[in-house]
Nanobody, 119 residues
Framework: QVQLVESGGGLVQAGGSLKLSCAAS????????MGWYRQAPGKQREQVAR???????NYADSVKDRFTISRANAKNTVYLQMDSLKPEDTGVYYC?????????????WGQGTQVTVSS
C-alpha cells in the first residue's frame, strides 16, 4: 500500500507564491511519474504538472512559466513551486504517483490540499 500526504496549501493574495509538497510512503521500490492535479469548484480535475523519474516535465498551458515541479527521488517526494498566483489558480490540489508493482503500474492519490488565491 502507498500513501501520499500533501502539505503547503493555504490562502495567498494574487501575485504571491506557495510551495506544495507531497511525500509518498509505504511499500515503494520505485516511482515512475509524479504529478499535480487541481480541481476548481464546479470543474473537472485537470493536470497541472507532471515529472518523470528521469526529470522530464510538462505543464498545463495555464501555468507555464509560473509553476515549477521538482522531485527528490531519495525522499519519494514531489514539489510544486507556484509563483505569480492568480485567482483562477484556486482549487484543491492533488498529488499523484505512478508506482510499478509486478507487471502493472498503479496510480495513487493524495487527499488534496486547498489553495485559495484572493484578488
Amino acid at each position: 500500500q502507498v500513501q501520499l500526504v500533501e502539505s503547503g496549501g493555504g490562502l495567498v493574495q494574487a501575485g504571491g507564491s506557495l510551495k506544495l509538497s507531497c511525500a509518498a510512503s509505504g511499500t515503494i521500490f520505485s516511482i515512475n511519474a509524479m504529478g499535480w492535479y487541481r480541481q476548481a469548484p464546479g470543474k473537472q480535475r485537470e493536470q497541472v504538472a507532471r515529472i518523470t523519474s528521469g526529470g522530464s516535465t510538462n505543464y498545463a498551458d495555464s501555468v507555464k512559466d509560473r509553476f515549477t515541479i521538482s522531485r527528490a527521488n531519495a525522499k519519494n517526494t514531489v514539489y510544486l513551486q507556484m509563483d505569480s498566483l492568480k485567482p483562477e489558480d484556486t482549487g484543491v490540489y492533488y498529488c499523484n504517483s505512478e508506482v510499478p508493482r509486478s507487471s502493472s503500474v498503479y496510480a495513487y492519490w493524495g487527499q488534496g490540499t486547498q489553495v485559495t488565491v484572493s484578488s
